[in-house]
């Protein structure tokens, strides 16, 4: 069992939520709904507050270039870097919100949200950090509604996992301008997606909105044959016990754990992901207390600490 060891609202006001959190070495990241981006240490002093003029923040990274990405409502990507407290920018094309993001050494990709819902209203962006003006990549027909999760491969850095409300999950080849080529696998969990990824280098997991969980696997079937089936656990909330799933999450030695909340019983927990074959819920660490009766949004882990944020507008540390 782990215990709070430290809590602050980081200087925001009553009624924030804290969405997202990011960490580059000893700076750690959040970003909430009063749209500012804070920068604190590991013991949660504040080190940066900055608050983006109509941003609507709802995205937030790291990159490996020592620089946090976010991102929002006013379809402007910023990255801060917190040793220069210096901001660049990237601007979405036609202006829409940003939804997703995710980075890859120089190459940054962007999902856009629904303003319509329809094909060609939403767009999965690539820019190139050294040359931003324009995007490399605008794959604008996979998707028909809000883009919530991209990924890239861990050890294929051109292939490129997207994830939306209109319930699927489509990985690209972002080396292929178009798209129809660029389109190597669609999945369909039959949900909207909350979060999905790479579980391992031949497999990806989704996890939906109405808290199922799938993992898929993405080797290339044999001509004429059927793909393998994806392993669907189904509705984990009666299996984990819990009332909502935040995210897969990775420790720092690489192996994944799930990691889900419990509002009435004021609980957060991690469970460790064994497999892959198969895949099962092992042990599990309990954070209790959590935030209270609010949800938490978003949980960081490292080596004997995880950092968690929610809706009670506090970042909370947990040791074990």
Same mark, same amino acid.
């Given at each position: 069992?782990?215990?709070?060891?430290?809590?602050? &609202? $980081? *200087?925001?006001?009553?009624?924030?939520? $804290?969405?997202?959190?990011?960490?580059?070495?000893?700076?750690?990241?959040?970003?909430?709904? #009063?749209?500012?981006?804070?920068? %604190?240490?590991?013991?949660?002093?504040? @080190?940066?507050?900055?608050?983006?003029? !109509?941003?609507?923040?709802?995205?937030?990274?790291?990159?490996?270039?020592? /620089?946090?990405?976010?991102?929002?409502?006013?379809?402007?990507? @910023?990255?801060?870097?917190?040793?220069?407290?210096?901001?660049?920018?990237?601007?979405?094309?036609?202006? @829409? /919100?940003?939804?997703?993001?995710?980075?890859?050494? !120089?190459?940054?990709?962007?999902?856009?949200?629904?303003?319509?819902?329809?094909?060609?209203?939403?767009?999965?962006?690539?820019?190139?950090?050294? !040359?931003?003006?324009?995007?490399?990549?605008?794959?604008?027909?996979?998707?028909?509604?809000?883009?919530?999760?991209?990924?890239?491969?861990?050890?294929?850095?051109?292939?490129?996992?997207?994830?939306?409300?209109?319930?699927?999950?489509?990985?690209?080849?972002?080396?292929?301008?178009?798209?129809?080529?660029?389109?190597?696998?669609?999945?369909?969990?039959? +949900?909207?997606?909350?979060?999905? *990824?790479?579980?391992?280098?031949?497999?990806?997991?989704?996890?939906? &909105? #109405?808290?199922? %969980?799938?993992?898929?696997?993405?080797?290339?079937?044999?001509?004429?044959?059927?793909?393998?089936? /994806?392993?669907? %656990?189904?509705?984990?909330?009666?299996?984990?016990?819990?009332?909502?799933?935040?995210?897969?999450?990775?420790?720092?030695?690489?192996?994944?754990?799930?990691?889900?909340?419990?509002?009435?019983?004021?609980?957060? +927990?991690?469970?460790?992901? &064994?497999?892959?074959?198969?895949?099962?819920?092992?042990?599990?660490?309990? $954070?209790?207390?959590?935030?209270? #009766?609010?949800?938490?949004?978003?949980?960081? $882990?490292?080596?004997?600490?995880?950092?968690?944020?929610?809706?009670?507008?506090?970042?909370?540390?947990?040791?074990?």
């Amino acid at each position: 069992m782990a215990k709070s060891i430290a809590s602050s &609202t $980081l *200087g925001s006001a009553p009624d924030t939520y $804290l969405y997202a959190l990011a960490r580059i070495g000893d700076c750690f990241a959040t970003i909430g709904s #009063d749209d500012s981006l804070r920068l %604190f240490d590991p013991s949660l002093k504040v @080190r940066q507050t900055a608050q983006p003029r !109509n941003s609507g923040l709802s995205c937030l990274k790291a990159t490996s270039k020592n /620089a946090f990405l976010t991102a929002g409502r006013d379809g402007t990507i @910023r990255l801060w870097d917190p040793r220069a407290k210096q901001v660049s920018q990237l601007a979405e094309p036609q202006g @829409r /919100a940003v939804s997703a993001l995710a980075c890859h050494e !120089n190459v940054i990709a962007a999902g856009t949200e629904s303003a319509k819902e329809g094909l060609g209203d939403v767009s999965v962006l690539l820019y190139d950090t050294r !040359n931003p003006a324009v995007p490399l990549r605008n794959y604008a027909e996979s998707h028909t509604d809000s883009i919530t999760q991209l990924a890239f491969h861990p050890t294929q850095p051109n292939v490129l996992l997207s994830g939306s409300t209109d319930g699927l999950v489509t990985i690209f080849d972002v080396n292929q301008a178009d798209e129809e080529d660029a389109l190597n696998q669609v999945l369909n969990p039959r +949900s909207a997606v909350h979060c999905a *990824g790479f579980l391992t280098p031949d497999q990806a997991y989704v996890l939906t &909105t #109405d808290e199922q %969980f799938l993992v898929y696997p993405l080797a290339e079937p044999v001509e004429g044959s059927e793909p393998a089936p /994806a392993v669907d %656990f189904g509705d984990v909330r009666e299996r984990l016990g819990c009332m909502y799933v935040i995210d897969l999450l990775r420790q720092p030695d690489g192996q994944p754990v799930i990691a889900y909340g419990h509002n009435d019983r004021r609980t957060l +927990s991690i469970a460790q992901l &064994t497999g892959p074959e198969p895949w099962a819920f092992g042990q599990t660490v309990e $954070l209790p207390g959590a935030h209270g #009766d609010e949800v938490v949004r978003d949980v960081l $882990l490292t080596d004997q600490r995880a950092y968690s944020c929610g809706e009670d507008g506090q970042v909370r540390v947990w040791q074990w």
